[in-house]
Nanobody, 127 residues
Framework: VQLQASGGGLVQAGGFLKLSCSFS????????MAWFRQAPGKPREFVAA????????NYGDSVKGRFTISRDNAKKLSSLEMLSLKPEDTAVYSC?????????????????????WGQGTLVTVSS
């Protein structure tokens, strides 16, 4: 499984950005997907997760109500829509995936729940 995040860039505070995570190597349909971020000098932080069924979601407290995670298994894409961006959202955003044997279908909010990781994409929010 290979993951590649894209869509990062420079945006003003209050703006919008959509990140994409391209999934390759296997069928995506059995994998939970997640986004994490890491700001300079800070530990990696959970952002959002979605289970393989696409019916359970989990969000970090700092992004609830502003970010939305989604998935399109046919296109092998997971997306993160980010609204009302703040300077503190500035970070490298990485996507992650892990297979979930049925009937398990959880949106796991921790790093340990993911085996596959992609290269990150930098999001910079200016004030």
């Amino acid at each position: 499984v290979q993951l590649q995040a894209s869509g990062g860039g420079l945006v003003q505070a209050g703006g919008f950005l959509k990140l994409s995570c391209s999934f390759s190597g296997r069928s995506m349909s059995s994998y939970a997907m997640a986004w994490f971020r890491q700001a300079p000098g800070k530990p990696r932080e959970f952002v959002a997760a979605i289970n393989w069924k696409g019916d359970e979601f989990n969000y970090g407290d700092s992004v609830k109500g502003r970010f939305t995670i989604s998935r399109d298994n046919a296109k092998k894409l997971s997306s993160l829509e980010m609204l009302s961006l703040k300077p503190e959202d500035t970070a490298v955003y990485s996507c992650a995936a892990n297979i979930q044997p049925r009937p398990i279908a959880r949106a796991i909010p921790t790093e340990g729940g993911y085996f596959y990781w992609g290269q990150g994409t930098l999001v910079t929010v200016s004030s």
